[in-house]
């Protein structure tokens, strides 16, 4: 099929997305970039007449009535319009635990189900339940995925928020009946109000269970997630006029809201079959634009709007595959190294070998294989010296510094390097962590990397949303490359 033979299906998405913890725009601070540094400066306080203009535009519907006619409503966990609104925020440390686990349990599998021989199904790694400080809430435990969709399922209609991910390989919605048997899952999908949703039994195509008996219902088992549930297909209506019909989803079982899933369910946008990109029309090719602040509103663009740019301010990646089945549905791109400052780190040769550096929305902070964190903390501290460090660290990270008080810094920028000589610059917002929002940079300020403590044997990098703020990361699959944009939102 030609772009040009679809063109007219295409449709684009515009989303208002809402940060969480990390946007500023009660800004108190301005920045400009000297080559690969940042210099962040105080700026006068804002006048109050600002600050109620900031407020007001927070409302839920201030950003629905934003929204053009063939505009998707999205929602960020923290945005008036979500159901997890006013719910406590997590912490950085709580996000750096819950991320470590689901990339130890996601790839643990895949390497034990890598040399297990294919006759002796590898055992399933116990569930683990991961400590959420912050939050009284249970629906975080299946990741991080703070950037959110709403979309609809169904006919008629019924619209839930959902999160993005690239991770997870399959669409997830909670569905009633609540496996209590109750009434009180919502927000969750009632399947008898459907006309057009069925059930996938065993033995079609869409199932992928193979241990299932003919007649029944395809079943979902997921013992990373201890998610259960069955394959479903309905009506996926992502805007007024772009419908999926037969979408294949899972139907997750739940008793209540604070059960494993968060929000309604997840949306799957990754190389899968059935993910939503490679549903829609025309080449699988999607975009989106995470924002760091509730002033910038972000997007996500589907369909033909969503190639790759030769512009010079696109940096590229390619797009490459590491030879593991199982992880054929994620996104994984050739970096072959990383700069601090506009100096080479002495990372060594061959440490993102094999294409193992994921590209990731359903985790937040970028995590290094050791050999390749050590370097970037080391330089950076360097880079740093003038600074007071703050030992040990502070909510999970190891490099950090207290600004209070100073009304000049200067930061060096991290670049990541492609196997074509490409480089993605990113900025202070993309790679520092600060605590507290509204002072920025002059507060308690982290170096926003972790070490990868278990990457299975096939991970060496997992590039993490926090990364990707204010970028738009293009996916051009059929052009085999990933496109960086920077300042997009
Ligand atoms: C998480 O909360 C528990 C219980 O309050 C506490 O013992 C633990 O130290 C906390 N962990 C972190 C990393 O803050
Ligand atoms: C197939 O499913 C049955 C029932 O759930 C289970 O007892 C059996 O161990 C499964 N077989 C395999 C090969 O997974
Ligand atoms: C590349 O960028 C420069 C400015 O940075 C601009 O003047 C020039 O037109 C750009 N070239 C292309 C091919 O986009
Ligand atoms: C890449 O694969 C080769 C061969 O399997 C292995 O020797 C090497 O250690 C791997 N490198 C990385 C970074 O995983
Ligand atoms: C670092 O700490 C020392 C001792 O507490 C203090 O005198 C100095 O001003 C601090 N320097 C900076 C840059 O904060
Ligand atoms: C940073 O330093 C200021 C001033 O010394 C202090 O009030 C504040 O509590 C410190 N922040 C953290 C997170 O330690």
Redesign the pocket.
């Known amino acids: 099929m030609t772009p040009s033979s679809v063109a007219f299906l295409f449709f684009c998405v515009l989303i208002i997305l809402l940060p969480a913890q990390h946007g500023h725009a009660a800004s108190s601070h301005a920045s400009y970039k000297l080559g690969s540094r940042q210099i962040f400066f105080k700026t006068p306080s804002k006048s109050p007449a600002n600050s109620k203009q900031a407020s007001t535009a927070t409302t839920c519907s201030s950003f629905a009535n934003g929204l053009a006619n063939n505009k998707l409503p999205v929602v960020h966990r923290q945005s008036p319009c979500s159901p997890l609104h006013g719910l406590p925020s997590l ?1 950085a ?2 996000v750096l ?1 819950r991320d470590t686990s689901l990339i130890r349990r996601r790839f643990a599998l895949q390497s034990s189900a890598v040399s297990a021989p294919a006759s002796a199904p590898a055992p399933s790694p116990a569930p683990t339940i991961i ?1 959420v ?2 939050s009284s809430d249970g629906r975080t435990l299946t990741g991080a995925l703070d950037y959110s969709v709403l979309v609809s399922y169904g006919t008629p209609e019924q619209q839930f928020p959902v999160f993005l991910d690239t991770f997870l390989d399959v669409s997830l919605l909670r569905c009633k009946p609540c496996a209590s048997g109750s009434n009180s899952c919502d927000p969750a999908f009632d399947t008898s109000r459907s006309t057009t949703f069925t059930n996938v039994p065993c033995g079609s195509p869409d199932c992928p269970t193979t241990n299932c008996s003919g007649g029944s219902v395809c079943p979902y088992d997921n013992p990373i997630f201890s998610i259960e549930g069955a394959f479903a297909q309905d009506v996926l209506t992502v805007a007024p006029s772009a419908a999926v019909h037969d979408f294949t989803f899972v139907c997750v079982d739940v008793d209540h809201p604070s059960d494993d899933m968060p929000e309604a369910g997840i949306l799957d946008l990754s190389r899968d079959r059935n993910s939503l990109p490679s549903r829609l029309p025309g080449p699988a090719t999607f975009s989106y634009c995470l924002p760091h602040s509730p002033s910038s509103p972000g997007f996500l663009s589907l369909g033909g709007d969503a190639t790759v740019g030769e512009d010079n301010r696109t940096s590229h990646a390619p797009l490459v595959s590491n030879g593991h089945p199982e992880l054929a549905n994620m996104y994984f791109i050739d970096l072959v190294g990383m700069s601090l400052g506009g100096d080479d780190l002495p990372i060594p040769t061959g440490t993102f070998g094999n294409a193992s550096t994921l590209l990731n929305v359903g985790t937040t902070f970028t995590m290094l294989a050791p050999d390749a964190y050590t370097p970037l903390r080391d330089a950076f501290q360097e880079e740093m010296a003038q600074y007071n460090r703050s030992s040990p660290g502070f909510a ?1 990270f190891d490099t950090c510094y207290n600004f209070t008080g100073l009304d000049v810094i200067q930061v060096p920028l991290v670049e990541f390097k492609f196997g074509n000589g490409e480089s993605f610059l990113i900025d202070g917002d993309q790679m520092l962590y600060f605590d507290d929002p509204a002072v920025g940079p002059f507060g308690m300020t982290c170096l926003a990397f972790s070490a990868l403590k278990d990457g299975g044997g096939v991970l060496s990098a997992v590039i993490g949303s926090y990364t990707q703020v204010s970028t738009e990361v293009v996916y051009d699959v059929a052009a085999g490359k990933v496109g960086f944009i920077p300042g997009s939102c």
Request: proline share 12%; net charge neutral; charged share 25%.
């Open positions: 912490t440390a709580d635990r400590p400080n912050g999970g």
